[in-house]
C-alpha cells in the first residue's frame, strides 16, 4: 500500500506540504504546486544531496528561489525571476551566465566623424557610433554618455587619438556624473605622432539610476585639434562586472 502510494505522488501533481526523502526518482517530469499553506521540503540523508538535476532535463524556476547551502549544477538551470543564493554555486563542467539585461556596450568614431578639441581645456569626446548597446543605456545622439539602468560596477576602456603631429601634453579621463574620476595615460611635453593614441582603463561604481560617465580629452598643443576618424583608435566601452 504505501509502494502505491509513493508511486501515484511521483506522477501527479502535488498540491500539499510534501516531503521527498533522498535518492527518490521519478522517470517522468514532476510538476509541484502549493496551496495556501503547503511547502515542498526536500530532505537529506547526511551527506547525500537534496536534490539532483541531471544533464539530461533541465530546471526551469519561474518564481524566486532561495538557496541557503551550496548548491551544485550538472546540467542547466534557468532561473526567470530572482535567484538569491547565500551559500555556493558550483558549475560542473558549465558555465555561469549573468542575466541578459546586464549592460554592455561598445561606441567609435565614423570616417568622416571629426570633433574639435579645445586647447588647453578638457572637452567631452563624442562617440557616435554604435558597435553594440545590449541594454539601450549609451547615448550616442546628444550627451555620448553611458548611464546603465543596472546596479553594479563595470569596466570603463576608452582610447583616444589625434590628428596630426605636434609638441605637445595629451591625456584622456573617465568623467563620473560630471567630475572628473580616474585619468590615464597622460603624455606631457612629448612628441605626439599622428595617430598615437591615449587609454584609460578603470572600474567605475554605477547605481543604475542616475550615476552615468563620459570620456573626456585634454590637449595643450596651442591650437584647436581635431580627433582622429580612425574607429580602431577613437573608443569608448563600459561592461558589468558585478552587482553592488
Not at 73 to 93: H, R
Not at 143 to 166: C, D, E, H, K, L
Not at 184 to 202: M, P, W
Request: proline share 2%; net charge negative.
Amino acid at each position: 500500500m504505501v509502494l502505491l502510494i509513493t508511486c501515484w505522488l511521483l506522477h501527479q501533481e502535488l498540491n500539499m506540504s510534501t516531503i521527498l526523502a533522498a535518492g527518490v526518482t521519478t522517470p517522468t517530469a514532476l510538476n509541484i504546486t502549493t496551496d495556501t499553506s503547503g511547502q515542498m521540503v526536500l530532505a537529506t540523508n547526511g551527506s547525500t544531496p537534496a536534490l539532483t538535476l541531471s544533464t539530461a532535463q533541465n530546471a526551469a524556476f519561474a518564481n524566486n528561489v532561495s538557496v541557503a547551502g551550496t548548491t551544485t549544477l550538472t546540467g542547466a538551470a534557468t532561473a526567470s525571476s530572482t535567484l538569491a543564493v547565500t551559500g555556493a554555486i558550483t558549475a560542473t563542467g558549465g558555465v555561469i551566465s549573468g542575466a541578459t539585461a546586464a549592460p554592455t556596450f561598445s561606441a567609435n568614431v565614423t570616417g568622416s566623424a571629426t570633433q574639435t578639441f579645445i586647447n588647453n581645456s578638457w572637452t567631452k569626446a563624442q562617440f557616435p557610433n554604435k558597435e553594440w548597446d545590449t541594454n539601450t543605456n549609451y547615448d550616442n545622439a546628444t550627451n555620448y554618455r553611458f548611464t546603465p539602468t543596472v546596479a553594479g560596477y563595470y569596466q570603463i576602456n576608452a582610447n583616444v587619438s589625434m590628428n596630426g603631429s605636434f609638441a605637445t601634453e595629451l591625456a584622456v579621463a573617465v568623467y563620473k556624473n560630471g567630475t572628473r574620476y580616474k585619468v590615464g595615460t597622460d603624455l606631457s611635453n612629448g612628441s605626439v605622432a599622428f595617430g598615437y593614441g591615449q587609454t584609460v582603463a578603470c572600474l567605475v561604481s554605477m547605481n543604475g539610476s542616475t550615476d552615468y560617465v563620459e570620456i573626456f580629452l585634454y590637449q595643450s598643443s596651442g591650437a584647436n585639434r581635431n580627433n582622429s576618424t580612425d574607429p580602431s583608435e577613437f573608443y569608448f566601452q563600459g561592461i558589468f562586472v558585478r552587482s553592488l
